[in-house]
C-alpha cells in the first residue's frame, strides 16, 4: 500500500528546523496572551458542558498541547468551545462521566480514521447554510442554558431538551435572586464595553472574571448575597494532575454512543478546519487538513481519559494568537504550560469565581456565534438554502444536535444533487439543431435513417438517470441505433454506469445497437474497470461523432456518405474559432490588467 496515505507530519516538527530566539519571544508573548483568553472560557464552558470547572483547564492543557504538537495548522489554539455544550451536557446527562468519556474517545478514533483516509479537504465542503445553521442554534441553546445561573433560579436539574428546560425555567421565574442579577449584569457591561484595543492583550472576559472574583473574595459576598461561586457549588476547584480513568461500559451503551460521538466527530473536524482557513488567510499560510484531523483525533482519544472534555480548534483564541504575534506550534504549547502552573496557583482564589459572572461570560460569546448580520441576509439566498438553514436551525434548538446534524448534511447532499441535476442536459440533436463546433458538428453531415444523436452535457450519475428514459420516451419512434455523445461529461457515477449497462441490454434484446461517442477520461476509466466496454464492443466506442457516424453505416450495411465532410475545411473552421477564442482572452486579459492598474493608481 502506498506509504504517503499514511504520511505523519505535525507542523511542530516543520517549525522547529531553524528556530530562532526571535520567534520565541513572538510565541511566548501570543502563548501569555492566549492563556488569559482560554482560562475564563475553559472554565465556563465546562460548567456549562456540566462537568467539574477544573476539567476544562484540563482540555485546555492537555487537549490544546497535543493539537499544537500533533496538528497540521502551525498557530491553531484547541481548547474546549461552545459548539459542544450541548452534546455534551446531554451525554452526561444521560449516561455519566464514563459515557462521556468513552463518547470523546471514540469521536477520537473517527477524527483518526477521517485524518489517515484523507478526508480532510472533504469536510471542509460541508454547505454554509448547515454549518451556519449548527451555530446559531448551540447559540440559542448556550443562552438558554445560562438563564439558571444568570438569574439565581434554584433548579436542581434542568432538563436536556429546549422546550423541557424552558419550561422548568418558567415555573421559577418568581425566585430570580437579585443580587445575583445585579452581579451578571455588570459582569457583562465589563465584558461587552471593554475596549477592543485593550482586549487584544488582557480580554474583557479576564478583567470581568478577576475583578468578580476579587470582590466576591474580599467582601464574602457568597456567604452575605448567597451569591453561587464554584466553592458552594462544586465543593473546591481541583489543581492536582488529573489521574488516569479507564471508563467502563456495556455493549448497548457503546452503541448508543455512536451517533453522539459521530456528531462530535464532525463538529470538531468543522471548527478545527474552519479556524485553519481563517489563520491561514491572516499568514499567507497553508495548513495540511488530514493531519490536523489526526492531531484532534489523538487528543480526543487521550484527553478524557484524564478528566478532558471534547476539545477542538477555538476561532477566537487562535486570531488572538495570530495577532498577538504567534507564529509556531510552540506558542500552543506554552498556552497549555502557563494554563497549567495558573491552575496551580490561582486554584485558592477560583472557589470565589460567581457563577453569575461566568454565566456572563457565555452569554457573550453565544452572542457573538450567532452574528446576527448574517440573519439580515437569510432573505437573500436562495429559496433551497434558506429552508436548509431554517429546518437545521429549528432541529439543533427542538429536537435534538445529532438530529440536527445528520438531517442537515442530507439535505445539504439531495440539494447538492438537485442542482447538479439541473446543470446536466440530455437533448437529441441533429443537423439542424446541433451546437457543436467545428469537426465536432453535426451540421452538414448526414445521419443515416434508423439513427439517433443524443448529446449529454455535464455529469452523468444517479441524479440524472431519469433524464435518459424520459428522453427516450420523447422520441418519436424507437430507433435502430442510438448514438450517446458523452465528450462533455466529466464524471459518471455507478447510477450512471447501470442505466447505460440496462439501455444497452434493452437494445440488444431488440437487436438494436448503442455507439458512444468521445467518452471522456473519467467515465472511460469507470466503464473499462466495470468490464462495460467489453460487453458493449470497443468498435461501438468511437473518438469523435464522425468515426460514430461511419460505425452507424456500417452496422446498418450501408455505404460512406455520397457528400463526405471535408475534412480540411472542418480544420480550418476550428483554427479560426480557436483564434477567435484567444483573441476573445488576449483582450479580457488586457481589461483585468487595466483594472488593476487602474486600481493601484487609486491606491497609491
Known amino acids: 500500500m502506498n506509504a504517503s496515505i499514511f504520511s505523519f507530519r505535525p507542523k511542530l516538527f516543520e517549525a522547529l528546523k531553524g528556530y530562532s530566539k526571535a520567534r520565541l519571544r513572538g510565541d511566548f508573548m501570543a502563548g501569555v496572551n492566549v492563556m488569559v483568553m482560554a482560562f475564563p472560557l475553559s472554565i465556563a464552558f465546562a460548567i456549562a458542558s456540566g462537568v ?37 451536557y446531554g451525554v452526561v446527562q444521560g449516561y455519566g462521566a464514563d459515557g462521556l468519556i468513552l463518547c470523546t474517545m471514540i469521536a477520537g478514533v473517527m477524527l483518526a480514521i477521517m485524518g489517515l483516509a484523507r478526508l480532510g479537504s472533504v469536510i471542509r465542503f460541508i454547505p454554509y447554510p448547515v454549518s451556519r445553521a449548527f451555530t446559531k442554534g448551540i447559540a440559542i441553546l448556550i443562552l438558554s442554558s445560562q438563564i439558571k445561573n444568570f438569574l439565581g433560579l434554584q433548579v436542581d436539574k434542568l432538563p436536556v431538551d429546549f422546550a423541557g428546560k424552558m419550561h422548568v425555567l418558567g415555573e421559577h421565574l418568581d425566585a430570580i435572586h437579585w443580587p445575583t442579577v445585579g452581579f451578571a449584569v455588570a459582569s457583562l457591561l465589563v465584558i461587552a464595553l471593554w475596549p477592543s484595543r485593550l482586549g487584544r492583550y488582557v480580554p474583557g472576559s479576564m478583567v470581568g472574571l478577576l475583578v468578580a472574583t476579587v470582590v466576591v473574595a474580599v467582601f464574602g459576598l457568597g456567604e452575605k448575597w448567597h451569591l453561587a461561586t464554584i466553592g458552594s457549588q462544586f465543593g473546591g476547584f481541583g489543581s492536582t494532575w488529573p489521574d488516569f480513568h479507564l471508563p467502563h461500559a456495556d455493549l448497548g451503551t457503546l452503541r448508543a454512543l455512536v451517533q453522539p460521538a459521530f456528531t462530535i466527530a464532525l463538529l470538531v473536524s468543522m471548527q478545527a478546519l474552519l479556524c485553519a482557513v481563517v489563520t491561514d488567510g491572516m499568514l499567507d499560510d497553508r495548513h495540511d487538513s488530514n493531519q490536523e484531523l489526526i492531531g484532534q483525533g489523538v487528543a480526543n482519544f487521550v484527553g478524557p481519559l484524564f478528566g478532558c472534555i471534547p476539545v477542538t480548534g477555538a476561532v477566537a483564541r487562535s486570531i488572538g494568537n495570530v495577532r498577538a504575534g504567534g507564529r509556531t506550534p510552540v506558542a500552543g504549547l506554552v498556552h497549555s504550560g502557563l494554563l497549567a502552573l495558573v491552575l496551580v496557583a490561582a486554584a485558592p482564589l477560583a472557589v470565589h469565581i460567581p457563577l453569575a459572572t461566568l454565566s456572563a461570560i457565555l452569554v457573550v460569546a453565544a452572542f457573538r456565534m450567532v452574528a446576527w448580520k448574517q440573519l439580515v441576509r437569510l432573505g437573500r439566498w436562495p429559496l433551497s438554502d434558506s429552508l436548509v438553514f431554517i429546518t437545521t436551525f429549528a432541529l439543533t434548538i427542538f429536537a435534538d444536535l445529532t438530529v440536527a446534524v445528520e438531517v442537515g448534511v442530507v439535505l445539504a447532499a439531495l440539494l447538492m444533487v438537485k442542482r447538479i441535476s439541473e446543470t446536466s442536459q440530455i437533448t437529441a440533436v441533429d443537423e439542424s439543431s446541433d451546437t457543436e463546433g467545428s469537426h465536432h458538428s453535426l451540421v452538414g453531415k448526414e445521419i443515416p435513417e434508423g439513427v439517433l444523436v443524443f448529446r449529454v452535457f455535464g455529469a452523468f450519475f444517479f441524479g440524472v438517470v431519469d433524464k435518459l428514459d424520459d428522453e427516450l420516451k420523447r422520441a418519436k419512434h424507437e430507433p435502430d441505433i442510438l448514438i450517446l455523445r458523452i465528450r462533455k461529461v466529466l464524471a459518471m457515477d455507478a447510477t450512471g454506469l447501470q442505466a447505460l449497462e440496462d439501455l444497452h441490454a434493452k437494445l440488444r434484446a431488440k437487436g438494436k445497437h448503442l455507439i458512444l461517442s468521445a467518452p471522456h477520461t473519467q467515465p472511460l476509466f469507470v466503464m473499462e474497470k466495470a468490464g462495460f466496454l467489453d460487453r458493449l464492443g470497443r468498435e461501438n466506442v468511437c473518438p469523435h461523432i464522425d468515426a460514430a457516424l461511419a460505425r452507424a453505416r456500417e452496422i446498418l450495411g450501408l455505404p460512406p456518405p455520397a457528400n463526405p465532410p471535408d475534412s480540411a475545411e472542418a ?16 483582450d479580457a486579459l488586457a481589461r483585468a490588467n487595466r483594472i488593476l492598474g487602474h486600481n493601484d493608481g487609486a491606491r497609491g
Open 52 to 88: 467539574k470547572p477544573e476539567q476544562g483547564l484540563f482540555t485546555a492543557i492537555i487537549g490544546g498541547a497535543l493539537i499544537a504538537a500533533l496538528g497540521g495548522s502551525s498557530v491553531q489554539i484547541g481548547g474546549p468551545t461552545g459548539a459542544f455544550v450541548v452534546i455534551t
Open 571 to 586: 480544420l480550418r473552421a476550428e483554427k479560426e474559432q480557436l483564434a477567435s477564442a484567444r483573441r476573445e482572452i488576449a
